[in-house]
């Protein structure tokens, strides 16, 4: 069965730097979950898309920005990028927007930021 | 949000032997997930299980949701089960909540 596709799956990135998050979300699924996981810690909700409209937001800082595409792929736009940025981010997707579906995550792209 | 407990934080077993991992949850859930973390990082799911009983070859997972728990069944571990489990529950019309985790170390 079709997965959550994220890229790239390790980018490496100088302080100041920019860096751009992609993820494919499962077909048929139209809602798209961003987290973000610092080492030794568990996964933080950033932020999240329905039908390409921003549908919540959690702990995501100013210098980030998210957006949903028509196909419903999904980007992360970080910015002013520092050393605490370095973690592994997760992409997550649901059939809908209803709190009882379950979200199945893709495989992270690992940032780290030197 | 809700706030989830995990319990115990760290589990040490022999090759064979069983285990069981405890979630708690601070508010009733309409979402519970439990995940492994293998040691590449990646969240793999394992089952989707606001309440009743499900098995999944040697794991099985219960969840009470009458009195906020929910219990992971290992049996017969194998090294490959090593990692960090998660749960994540999630209530009413918040986020996706996940617990610290459980670090399970299977040895041969």
């Known amino acids: 069965a079709a997965g959550v596709i994220q890229s790239p799956r390790h980018l490496i990135k100088e302080k100041r730097e920019t860096a751009t998050l992609k993820c494919y979300p499962i077909?048929?699924?139209?809602?798209v979950y961003w987290y973000q996981q610092g080492p030794g810690q568990d996964p933080q909700f950033l932020i999240s898309?329905?039908?390409?409209?921003?549908?919540d937001k959690g702990s995501i800082p100013d210098r980030f920005s998210a957006q949903q595409f028509s196909d419903y792929h999904s980007e992360l736009n970080m910015s002013s990028l520092e050393l605490g940025d370095s973690a592994l981010y997760f992409c997550?997707?649901?059939?809908?927007?209803?709190?009882?579906?379950?979200?199945?995550f893709g495989p992270g792209t690992r940032l780290t930021v030197l | 949000g809700i706030q989830v407990e995990q319990s115990p934080p760290d589990l040490i077993l022999q090759e064979g032997a069983n285990s069981t991992l405890r979630c708690n949850f601070s508010?009733?859930?309409?979402?519970l997930q439990w995940f492994h973390q293998n040691p590449w990082g990646q969240l793999i799911n394992l089952f989707y299980?606001?309440?009743g009983t499900k098995q999944n070859g040697r794991l099985s997972a219960t969840t009470v949701a009458t009195e906020r728990y929910s219990l992971l069944y290992i049996s017969s571990s194998q090294t490959t089960d090593s990692g960090v489990y998660f749960c994540?529950?999630?209530?009413?019309?918040?986020?996706?909540?996940f617990g610290k985790g459980t670090m399970l170390l299977v040895s041969p």
């Open positions: 997550a997707s649901s059939l809908s927007q209803e709190s009882t579906d379950t979200q199945y």
């Open positions: 077909p048929r699924h139209d809602t």
């Open positions: 898309f329905y039908e390409k409209m921003q549908s």
């Open positions: 508010d009733s859930v309409n979402n």
């Open positions: 299980i606001p309440s």
């Open positions: 994540a529950g999630l209530s009413g019309y918040s986020t996706l909540t």
